[in-house]
């Protein structure tokens, strides 16, 4: 599997932004896929993560109610809308994919850079 991240880009404070994740040349079965972010000086963090099959979604508590995960299996896409941004979602944004039957991320796209001024 490979995974292409697009949609990044520099905003103001209280300005959106949806990011893509394309999944191509499936080689397994994807249990879950999820959106990570590493700011300056700082280790990577999950921000969110959705289940394949059936939607369920997790979200860190900083952008509850701000960002929205969802998948489209068709295309074989994730999204993050990510609304009302604030400088401190400002990062390197990196989309992963876990294999059905192992516990961790194995497949990462390349980063797009997400910057929020105030």
């Known amino acids: 599997v490979q995974l292409q991240a697009s949609g990044g880009g520099m905003v103001q404070a209280g300005d959106s932004l949806r990011l893509s994740c394309v999944a191509s040349?499936?080689?397994?079965?994807?249990?879950?896929m999820g959106w990570f972010r590493q700011a300056p000086g700082k280790e990577r963090e999950i921000v969110a993560n959705?289940?394949?099959?059936?939607?369920?979604?997790y979200l860190i508590d900083s952008v509850k109610g701000r960002f929205t995960i969802s998948r489209d299996n068709a295309k074989n896409m994730m999204s993050l809308q990510m609304n009302n941004l604030k400088p401190e979602d400002t990062g390197l944004y990196y989309c992963?994919?876990?294999?059905?039957?192992?516990?961790?991320?194995?497949?990462w796209g390349q980063g797009t850079q997400v910057t929020v001024s105030s």
């Open positions: 992963a994919a876990r294999p059905a039957g192992r516990d961790g991320y194995e497949r």
């Open positions: 040349g499936r080689a397994f079965t994807i249990l879950q």
């Open positions: 959705i289940f394949w099959n059936s939607g369920n979604a």
